[in-house]
C-alpha cells in the first residue's frame, strides 16, 4: 500500500502482537502520517555533503544530535569534510574537535579509520561505493572499522538515498509504548519489522526515523514523558494507561 493513502483511525488497531501483518502495516502508516501532520517534513539529515553525512552518523553514535553539531563545526573549522582530510588529520588533534561527543578519543580513532577504509574500497569515489544495491552495500558498510548496524542504515537511508529503515532506541521505546513491534528484540528484528510492513520508500524512511526521533527527544521521553502532548497519544496504550491511573 503505497505509504500515502488515507487510513482507518488508530482506534480501530488492537494494540497488540497478535494483530495481522496488514493491521499493523496500516498501524505505522498511521502513526507516520500523525507524526508528519504535527511535526512536518523534518528535512533531516541536515549536511551539506555526502561526507558531512557520515562523518556526522559516526561522531553521533551514543550522543545528543546538538553536541553532534558542535563537533562538526570544529571538524569543518579545522579540516573540512573529506576523507583526506580525516586521513592526513593528527588524532589528537581530530580527538580535540569531538570532545564535545561521548568517547571522542575512540571516536577519532574510528573517523580515520573509516576514511582510510573509504580510500582502499572506492578511493574516494562515493558513486562507486554506492553502485552496489543496498543488500550488497549494507553489507559491505558492516564490515568497515566502527560501523554498526544503525550507523549502515543511516549512511545507506541519507547518503546513499537506498531504502534501509534505521532503528534506534527512540524506536523501540515509542513502539513499545504503543504496543507494537517484533517478538525478538534485536536491532534486525526491529528492521525487518518496519521494512515488512512499510513500501521501499526512501522518503518515507526518511522522514519516519527523523519524526521518530523528534517525538522521541521532545515529548517519548525515557523518564517523564509528556504523554499529553503526544500526538499519537490517541494510539498508545502506555498514554491510555497514564490518563486512566490519573
Not at 81 to 97: G, V, Y
Amino acid at each position: 500500500m503505497p505509504y500515502h493513502e488515507s487510513l482507518q483511525p488508530c482506534a480501530d488497531h488492537a494494540a497488540s502482537h497478535a494483530v495481522s501483518a496488514n493491521a499493523q502495516s496500516d498501524l505505522l502508516h498511521k502513526l507516520y502520517h500523525k507524526l508528519l501532520a504535527h511535526y512536518g517534513d523534518p528535512n533531516w539529515w541536515p549536511a551539506a555533503s555526502r561526507e558531512e553525512m557520515m562523518i556526522g552518523a559516526i561522531l553521533v553514535q551514543n550522543v545528543s544530535w546538538k553536541n553532534t553539531v558542535t563537533a562538526l563545526h570544529l571538524v569543518r573549522e579545522r579540516f573540512g569534510f573529506t576523507f583526506r582530510a580525516l586521513r592526513e588529520a593528527p588524532l589528537d588533534e581530530l580527538a580535540a574537535c569531538i570532545r564535545a561527543t561521548r568517547f571522542y578519543q575512540s571516536k577519532a580513532a574510528r573517523l580515520q579509520a573509516f576514511s582510510f577504509w573509504i580510500e582502499a574500497q572506492c578511493g574516494d569515489d562515493l558513486d562507486r561505493l554506492f553502485a552496489r544495491d543496498a543488500i550488497e552495500l549494507r553489507r559491505h558498510l558492516l564490515s568497515a572499522p566502527g560501523i554498526g548496524p544503525e550507523t549502515a542504515d543511516d549512511i545507506l537511508l541519507y547518503a546513499a538515498e537506498l531504502p534501509s529503515f534505521v532503528i534506534d532506541s527512540y524506536t523501540k521505546r515509542i513502539m513499545r509504548r504503543i504496543a507494537i513491534g517484533p517478538e525478538r528484540d534485536t536491532y534486525e528484528a526491529w528492521r525487518s519489522f518496519f521494512m515488512e510492513r512499510l513500501p521501499a520508500d526512501v522518503l518515507l524512511y526518511n522522514r519516519y526515523h527523523a519524526l521518530i526521533d523528534q517525538l522521541g527527544s521532545q515529548v517519548c521521553r525515557a523518564s517523564r514523558p509528556l504523554c499529553t502532548a503526544c500526538p499519537l497519544k490517541t494510539c498508545c496504550t502506555y498514554a491510555r494507561s497514564q490518563s486512566s491511573a490519573d
